[in-house]
């Protein structure tokens, strides 16, 4: 009989386990190797071991609890090679200054999250490269922004806070007709929901900070796919000094195992949740790609087969006074600047990851002072729903 390919939630609770290959203590959970360097018997067995992958010389360079999570991560996103980094932001970082020069040119989705989109305008044109930065939903925009420089097409598969989509097979055709790569930000959905390699993307990267550790408790980044492009990151992360800590990485691991479980229940409570906001008198508007009401619905029942994933926002009618009230009313869900943990927490996007944008460019981007921001945990149904439906109707 031939053996089955394994499912995602399968892998996520075996792939990487072996990575010390049951060195010493063949203990059922992978150790966390807690060390800045490692030793050797003599000269000739570092010559031997250096240049190794499976060896380890110092954590900087490499250590079994980052190696163990890129063979996770990869196996699950479907990719050749893997990087794990410190933060979300460094596994960018590494991307683009690892693979980019002076004189390149990339083509970004104008919705980015802030801080990806200050690198690239700021950072990377200190150094040369450029980017032009475009409606990513408008195809034939980003096709008239490539240029004979232009090597890269990056953009998020979901944007921040309105959870608008990008067309991964379609931007995926553009970049292969132009001989450029695709690079994806997959923070919002994860591999259970939407795998961009499958669909033709060239690089797939995500702030593990968010699903893939999933418990608001550690940090990472980790950027899967073309194994040149990683190999580049790699070196550049060395150098630049933006490698994981072996704890981190552990924590990033063991919240990995329950990825698939966890991806499932943030889909059907935020759908639930949407659904029940949506009714709500106070409400003005409901952002949730599961919604028939969302501008890019058709697109996520033809990406997503699973779920949606948690992540949706809501417009109050009432202004920046609703949206406090609202938040202080919440009795269960917390004010929480970040997302994807298994606790439900709400944002104020105009006064948090978007405060330094001005009023023009937050009213074009359809973000208002009543606008509020849900992460849906993996709590009980029937409590996400109550604490909001109280919260509401006590405005
Ligand atoms: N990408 C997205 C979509 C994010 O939301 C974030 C952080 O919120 C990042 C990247 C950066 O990740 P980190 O905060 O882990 O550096």
Redesign the pocket.
């Known amino acids: 009989m031939t053996e089955r390919t394994p499912g995602l939630s399968t892998l996520a609770v075996h792939s990487g386990n072996d990575i010390d290959h049951g060195m010493l203590t063949h203990a059922k959970s992978l150790p966390i190797y807690q060390s800045s360097v490692f030793v050797y018997d003599s000269l000739a067995q570092l010559d031997e071991i250096a240049g190794h992958p499976d060896n380890y010389m110092y954590t900087r360079f490499g250590n079994p609890n980052p190696a163990a999570l890129e063979q996770l991560i990869g196996d699950l996103e479907g990719g050749e090679a893997a990087l794990f980094s410190a933060?979300?932001?460094?596994a960018?970082s590494a991307a683009l200054l690892g693979n980019l020069s002076a004189g390149d040119h990339l083509v970004a989705s104008r919705e980015l999250?802030g801080?990806?989109q200050t690198l690239i305008e700021d950072d990377l044109a200190r150094f040369g490269i450029r980017a032009t930065l475009v409606d990513i939903r408008d195809l034939a925009a980003v096709q008239a922004a490539i240029q004979p420089t232009t090597r890269l097409i990056y953009t998020?598969t979901a944007s921040?806070p309105l959870v608008r989509l990008s067309d991964i097979p379609a931007l995926a055709g553009l970049a292969r007709a132009h001989g450029l790569k695709l690079l994806v930000?997959n923070?919002?959905l994860s591999p259970v929901l939407y795998r961009p390699l499958a669909e033709g993307a060239d690089l797939v990267l995500h702030?593990t900070?968010?699903y893939i550790s999933g418990h608001s408790d550690a940090?990472?980044?980790i950027l899967v796919g073309d194994p040149e492009w990683v190999a580049r990151a790699r070196r550049y992360q060395i150098t630049s000094g933006g490698s994981a800590s072996p704890f981190e990485s552990w924590l990033t691991f063991r919240g990995a195992k329950t990825l698939a479980l966890r991806m499932r229940a943030h889909s059907a409570n935020a759908l639930a949740l949407a659904e029940t906001i949506e009714r709500h008198p106070k409400v003005a508007r409901v952002y949730y790609p599961g919604l028939a009401s969302h501008p890019d619905h058709a697109l996520a029942r033809r990406m997503f087969r699973h779920g949606c994933s948690g992540m949706l926002s809501f417009t109050l009618d009432g202004g920046l006074a609703e949206a406090d009230r609202l938040i202080r009313g919440l009795r269960r869900a917390v004010f929480a600047p970040?997302?994807a943990g298994v606790a439900t927490s709400v944002s104020h996007p105009a006064k948090t990851s978007h405060r330094a944008q001005s009023a023009q460019a937050l009213a074009a981007l359809d973000i208002h002072d009543g606008t509020v921001r849900v992460s849906v945990g993996i709590e009980d149904v029937e409590d996400i729903v109550e604490d909001f439906q109280q919260a509401l109707d006590q405005l």
């Open positions: 933060t979300g932001m460094a960018i999250y801080t990806t998020e921040n930000d923070s919002f702030s900070t968010k940090m990472g980044g970040s997302l």
